[in-house]
């Protein structure tokens, strides 16, 4: 009976498919965020120059978070700035390792509202870097960026928020798995 | 024809093996379907106990019997254990029973195969139930085990968790293996696929549905495993990850999976509804394609179980229209129930009862679902008793009622014995006011924004919540009548014939009750005109 064995045989192939149909979901979320901005998601450095940068005045506000149980002083400088479209900004942060371990962190970033996302750029950040901090050490990060002028006409003000994650752990185990 | 059930020749001519061997090694798609029926009548009373559990807990506002932690357990296990080891355990035994006699076919095509799908079950849930006797307690996220609170803030037996679900899967996939196997393969000659029975359609198409999703589910905990152990970040925020994501993989393959938890209870109760009417279901070929067109509906929806998650507009919009579509499919099979009733000559037998019950009961579900699909009255049913009440209605009087039918209603074919009667119908009326006293106020206490998964709840709502209880208990109760009305037939029970019902058509009632331990070794003859099921 080669029919049972050719459809057992299609019904496998079509299980491992799907197996890696869930895993090949992970990208193609990605993907899908980055270019709608659904979530509020942004890519790291990008570089853009623009001929026309309009003349649209927008609100930033800057926010930051510390995950359950993270200790660090984490802050920007500044809560709020007006910025034009097509210039270049700076903000800086600060992290302070406030406890007596080394430890390593990790900001992630979201703007809101999440249409805005992709027409923030961030022309030089920290977005994907981990931090690493002896005990009581502090640093100034600077962060440069961007607004773009083709941003929506209805949206007049823009939140950036950053939220600080321990990953000591995470990164422990990552070594001493490899 | 024998070639099919390969390695199996040998006891051809004789009856089954005595003593424990008999199922352990069994190859015959009868003895599996006994098997997973009864593990799932067992799980049914595990996970009962522990519905007991939190409506006892339940009954009075305030925390009285059991920890909030405890409490979680319940709630996450409860739901497991309803899901994956009641309603599709059965629905697979059914299958078993049912396709090869409903088809014409010796046996299903993989006999081993399908000894190795159900032996691993309870290998599974006795890992998920040790759990319990562990450090950290059983899982307590929650049946739908969103990340990170499965992950970095999971109990360590989350690794157990993950074993689990993977043996459950891959005994999915294995009888799903089978069954579209079986069926594309084994019909008796004359059978065409517009002729089979509705149950083995439906069957067929959820069969699909869990080849499709299942190993997306399998990905899914794998990622949870990898994030957990290996450093990964799928779902971790803290390194890139985004715990969102886990909610899109583990929905994509979660609403499939109420699906396939609700087609075979549509062929059921289509089979059980024309032969207590006395007339071929109405319209046939427009319940074929309803199923299908559900079934592949079923993939594009699955973000209305997310829609607070702050999708835009656009998605929203889109998950609630095609949400909203499957009502259309959905509605065809309700209206061809009913016209197939309508002006036939109905008994009541508990088959009957129970099925026109679903019926009624399923489209109350149905329609609480349309109101969950309206995205912008969502942010204000989500996480409250009204999605309890709305699931546990296509759930319990939805594919637990259908299940219990088919039992009533197969019963006698597979044991050779009738049912009592009386006591058939005490647990149909007992069974219906309770499981309405129950679940009925949870739409009330729902509205009006008691959250689910809370232990405790606030003074407004106790009067609800006593009642709710009340019925659950008794529900509970009634269950127990069924195991006995079932024992009580078995051993005490009064002769059957093959027929067992007047009105039954289909091949299996062409056979004796209770039927040979193998049968259809030579193909039926069609043309004499008893396919259609
Ligand atoms: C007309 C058909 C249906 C519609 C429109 C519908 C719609 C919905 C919606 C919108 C939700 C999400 C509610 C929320 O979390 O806020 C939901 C939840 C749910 N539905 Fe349905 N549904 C339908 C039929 C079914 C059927 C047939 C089943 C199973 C047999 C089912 C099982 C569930 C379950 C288990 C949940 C809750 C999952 C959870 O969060 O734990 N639904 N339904
Ligand atoms: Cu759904």
């Known amino acids: 009976m080669s029919s049972i064995k050719k459809s057992v045989s299609k019904l496998f192939l079509a299980t491992v498919g799907m197996f890696l149909f869930g895993f090949a979901l992970v990208p193609i979320y990605d993907v899908f965020c980055e270019i709608t901005g659904l979530n509020g998601k942004v890519t790291g450095p990008t570089f853009s120059e623009y001929e026309d940068i309009g003349n649209r005045e927008i609100k930033i506000t800057f926010t930051t978070t510390n995950n359950n149980g993270m200790p660090w002083f984490f802050d920007s400088d500044r809560s709020q700035m007006k910025v034009k479209t097509g210039e270049q900004n700076l903000m800086s942060y600060v992290f302070t390792n406030t406890t007596d371990k080394p430890m390593i962190a990790q900001a992630i970033p979201s703007v809101s509202p999440g249409k805005g996302a992709q027409y923030f750029h961030k022309t030089e950040c920290f977005c994907f870097e981990q931090q690493y901090l002896e005990p009581g050490e502090s640093i100034s990060i600077p962060l440069k960026f961007v607004i773009d002028p083709d941003l929506p006409e209805d949206i007049s003000s823009l939140a950036l928020g950053y939220t600080l994650f321990d990953i000591t752990k995470d990164q422990m185990t990552k070594q001493a798995s490899n | 024809m024998s070639a099919v059930i390969e390695g199996h020749h040998d006891d051809h001519h004789h009856g089954p093996a005595k003593g424990i061997t008999r199922w352990l090694y069994t190859t015959n798609h009868k003895d599996i379907g006994s098997l997973y029926l009864w593990f799932s009548f067992i799980m049914l009373f595990i996970g009962g106990a522990m519905a007991m559990v939190i409506r006892a807990e339940l009954f009075e506002p305030g925390s009285q019997i059991v920890s909030p932690e405890f409490y979680n357990q319940m709630v996450t296990n409860h739901g497991l254990i309803m899901v994956f080891g009641v309603i599709m355990p059965a629905f697979v035994g059914l299958a078993n029973w049912l396709i090869p006699m409903q088809i014409g076919a010796p046996d299903m095509a993989l006999p081993r195969l399908n000894n190795l799908s159900f032996w691993i079950l309870p290998a599974a849930f006795g890992v998920l139930l040790a759990t319990f006797f562990m450090e950290g307690g059983a899982p307590n996220f929650g049946w739908t085990f969103y990340a990170p609170l499965s992950t970095e803030y999971a109990p360590p037996t989350v690794t157990y968790f993950i074993f689990a679900v993977h043996i459950m899967g891959a005994s999915s996939i294995m009888g799903s293996i089978n069954v579209i196997t079986t069926i594309l393969n084994m019909r008796a000659p004359g059978m065409t696929l517009m002729k089979m029975p509705l149950f083995v359609w439906s069957w067929l198409i959820t069969a699909y549905l869990l080849i499709a999703v299942m ?165 204000q049913y989500h996480d409250t008793y009204f999605v309890v009440a709305h699931f546990h209605y296509v759930l319990v009087p939805g594919a637990l009622f259908s299940i219990i039918a088919a039992v009533y209603y197969w019963l006698p074919k597979w044991t050779g014995y009738m049912y009592d009667e009386f006591m058939g119908k005490t647990h149909f009326w007992l069974s219906f006011v309770s499981v309405n006293l129950t679940f009925f106020p949870m739409h009330f206490v729902g509205l009006a924004g008691m959250p689910r998964r809370i232990p405790d709840y606030a003074m407004q709502f106790a009067d609800y919540n006593m009642i709710v209880s009340v019925g659950a208990f008794l529900f509970g109760l009634s269950q127990l009548l069924f195991l006995y009305v079932v024992l009580k037939a078995i051993f005490y029970g009064k002769k059957a014939t093959g027929q067992v019902w007047e009105g039954a058509q289909g091949l299996e009632w062409t056979l004796d009750s209770p039927p040979a331990y193998h049968t259809f070794e030579t193909p039926p003859n069609l043309e004499a005109g008893e396919a259609k099921g």
């Open chain 2, 215 to 379: 190993p997306v589910l399998a990905g899914a905990v794998t990622m949870m495993l990898m994030d957990i152990h290996f450093g990964t970040s799928f779902f971790k925020a803290g390194g890139g990850g985004d715990p969102v994501l886990f909610q899109h993989i583990f929905w994509f393959f979660g609403h499939p999976e109420v699906y396939i938890m609700i087609l075979p209870a549509f062929g059921i109760v289509s089979h059980i509804i024309e032969t207590f009417s006395r007339k071929p279901i109405f319209g046939y070929d427009s319940m074929v394609y309803a199923i299908a067109s559900i079934a592949l509906l079923s993939f594009v929806v699955w973000a209305h179980h997310m829609f607070t998650v702050g999708m835009p507009i656009a998605g929203e919009l889109f998950f609630m229209y095609s949400t909203m579509l499957i009502a259309i499919p959905t509605g065809v099979k309700v209206f061809n129930w009913l016209s197939t009733m309508f002006k036939g000559s109905l008994t009541f037998e508990t088959p009957m009862l129970f099925a026109i019950a679903f019926v009624a009961l399923f489209t109350i579900g149905g329609l609480s679902g349309l109101m969950l699909a309206i995205a912008p009255a969502d942010f």
